[in-house]
């Protein structure tokens, strides 16, 4: 079995094995009972080490049930804490991975910015990356060189090995808060920076935009974001019969606290089927950014708000991110199973409500659009460059 079809199975824990169970109602019998043995009360938050001791402990239980848990599911998660080194070199080199590859042009010109007093800047990698990694490590560099000012990638954890499996395995607002304490720990930040993301890094920078922003992100570059989550896994369409039968089954697992405690894809994966139930409104950590939870976190809209300007990148030809408008602030159509319907920003209820500020930005000029031509993180430094100059000024 090829890595990327063990992390889906990872990501789904025991979806695909549950295909088989036609009705949904037989479905929701397997995600009640892997609810029931293995939660919040058995295990700490994020704990991967308990959690994949409960369900392999659980797992005759489950099978008994017709629900039986992929014992590969559980071996990738064991090996995740026996072997990390194997299981970071292993993800990274996944079709899943979204990995910058970038070689810099030792004869650019200087940024018409330069020697202008422009603030620092963070970069925030993707699933599978590293700021440790050659091409994270000198596309920061040349940042910095472009402009004239400090630049730095941020990592979630202290080294190649924690930072590459932090970004699987450390759910997203414990992974925010890491960021977070980076940010505010480097003395040269604080008063102040421009952030760019790179794929998944862009959750990093939007939940530090919602939940911090002190010191302030002034300019936010988000290149193919997952800032308002993902309705299908990569490299898997959900608008074909296989992947939307994946799409689906995943959905009724990710929202749940074990889940949602280990998994940091799983905490920005948006069902639009599941969009406008209680599970999706009580666990999901996209719906609480979102402010479509059981609650209103009105701080969210607040800080949203003292970021000046968002420029929004998309992949024409992105198999990463889907829907693709999503790296737009768009999504599915909440409600339908086709995956057809694709809303633009401005139709959703997150912008038209304004739950967390995204029509007062948008009115106030503050939301920018680009596109590259090719699929997930293929861009070149002459467009990177191109959009600092243009919106970083």
């Given at each position: ?332 159509e909440d409600g339908t199973n086709n ?31 680009e596109t590259t031509p090719g699929n ?18």
């Amino acid at each position: 079995m090829k890595f990327g079809e063990i992390i889906i199975l990872v990501t789904c824990i025991s979806a695909l094995s549950w295909v088989g169970l036609a009705s949904k109602g037989a479905q929701s019998k397997c995600v009640e009972a892997l609810n029931k043995v293995c939660n919040g009360e058995h295990c700490a938050l994020g704990d991967v080490e308990c959690a994949s001791l409960c369900l392999r402990k659980n797992n005759n239980y489950m099978r008994s049930l017709g629900c039986g848990i992929p014992t590969v599911a559980i071996s990738v998660l064991e090996m995740a804490v026996a072997e990390p080194e194997a299981f970071a070199s292993m993800l990274q080199s996944s079709k899943l991975a979204a990995v910058v590859k970038y070689t810099g042009d030792k004869q650019r010109s200087k940024s018409p910015l330069f020697d202008s007093a422009a603030l620092p800047t963070v970069l925030a990698h993707g699933m599978g990356d590293s700021c440790f990694n050659g091409g994270m490590s000198e596309i920061t560099k040349d940042v910095g060189k472009h402009i004239g000012t400090y630049s730095v990638c941020v990592p979630t954890g202290d080294n190649w090995l924690s930072d590459t499996i932090n970004g699987f395995l450390l759910q997203m607002d414990k992974s925010v808060d890491v960021f977070a304490k980076k940010i505010r720990a480097d003395p040269n930040l604080k008063n102040g920076f421009n952030a760019i993301g790179f794929s998944q890094g862009n959750s990093l920078i939007r939940g530090y935009i919602q939940k911090y922003n002190d010191p302030p992100v002034n300019y936010a570059l988000h290149v193919h974001g997952t800032v308002s989550g993902v309705a299908g896994f990569p490299q898997c369409d959900p608008t074909g019969f296989f992947c939307r039968g994946v799409a689906h089954l995943c959905g009724e697992l990710a929202y749940n606290e074990l889940v949602q405690g280990i998994l940091f894809q799983a905490d920005y994966f948006r069902d639009p089927t599941k969009a406008n139930t209680t599970a999706y409104k009580k666990y999901s950590q996209l719906a609480q950014w979102n402010n479509e939870g059981e609650t209103i976190n009105e701080m969210f809209k607040t800080n949203f708000g003292k970021t000046n300007k968002f420029v929004m990148v998309k992949a024409l030809g992105d198999t990463m991110v889907f829907p693709n408008e999503g790296e737009w602030y768009g999504h599915y159509e909440d409600g339908t199973n086709n995956y057809k319907t694709i809303l633009r920003m401005n139709e959703t209820n997150w912008y038209k409500s304004d739950l967390f500020g995204l029509k007062t930005a948008d009115k106030a000029g503050k939301i920018h659009f680009e596109t590259t031509p090719g699929n997930h993180l293929q861009f070149t430094e002459k467009d990177l460059f191109g959009w600092i100059d243009k919106y970083f000024a």
